[in-house]
């Protein structure tokens, strides 16, 4: 059974642009959830879906949105983008609803300049 | 919200030693997991172990829910677990892992 793929892998993007980051679960899992990691604030959750419904959401601004598909593939996307936002952005999947294991994708590094 | 703490946050090893890694929890949970961070930044996943105690092969976990810590266990280390470990635990009510700040480990040959 395939992991969790996330493309792209890397990104270069300047200052005042948007990104869009993709994010497909394993087959047959219906969670997804994102994270951002960076040097300085470590693995921060970003957003939670399941069944294209976002149950929860860490402590980003509004720039930082999502959005899960019917086949439960997952995109987020980061508008007008600041130095800041540099960051491995890591995406998982769980099987179900609740508190079950969750498997991480290789993530997306996105660098802004 | 919860605050999880990992000690010790760096650790050198001699090949062939024996380490604890320490994951503290500053509220009840649902579940906790163990990650090993590849040098590319995907997490693997080690153990997913709410309670009790778990082996697979060289590395052990024990998580003592009622006095929330978990302990990673290592033996007899390889220049394979270099890396950076990480314990997350997950709330039902906030739907969520929450990380530790890792420990990182360096084993030397």
């Known amino acids: 059974k395939a992991g969790v793929t996330q493309t792209p892998r890397y990104l270069i993007k300047t200052r005042g642009q948007q990104v869009t980051l993709s994010c497909s679960p394993i087959?047959?899992?219906?969670?997804v959830s994102w994270y951002q990691q960076t040097p300085g604030q470590g693995l921060q959750f970003l957003f939670e879906?399941?069944?294209?419904?976002?149950?929860n959401k860490g402590n980003f601004p509004g720039r930082f949105s999502g959005r899960q598909f019917s086949n439960s593939r997952s995109e987020m996307n980061v508008s007008t983008l600041e130095l800041g936002d540099s960051a491995l952005y890591l995406c998982?999947?769980?099987?179900?609803?609740?508190?079950?294991?969750?498997?991480f994708g290789p993530g997306t590094r996105l660098t802004v300049t | 919200g919860i605050q999880v703490e990992q000690s010790p946050p760096d650790l050198i090893l001699q090949e062939g030693a024996n380490s604890t890694l320490r994951c503290n929890f500053s509220?009840?949970?649902?579940?906790l997991q163990w990650f090993h961070q590849n040098p590319w930044g995907q997490l693997i996943n080690l153990f997913y172990?709410?309670?009790g105690t778990k082996q697979n092969g060289r590395l052990s976990a024990t998580t003592v829910a009622t006095e929330r810590y978990s302990l990673l266990y290592i033996s007899s280390s390889q220049t394979t677990d270099s890396g950076v470990y990480f314990c997350?635990?997950?709330?039902?009510?906030?739907?969520?892992?929450?990380f530790g700040g890792g420990t990182r480990v360096l084993v030397k040959p």
């Open positions: 087959s047959g899992h219906r969670s």
């Open positions: 997350a635990v997950f709330q039902a009510a906030g739907n969520k892992l929450t």
């Open positions: 509220d009840s949970v649902n579940n």
């Open positions: 172990i709410p309670s």
């Open positions: 998982a999947s769980t099987l179900g609803a609740g508190e079950g294991e969750q498997y």
């Open positions: 879906y399941f069944s294209e419904t976002q149950r």
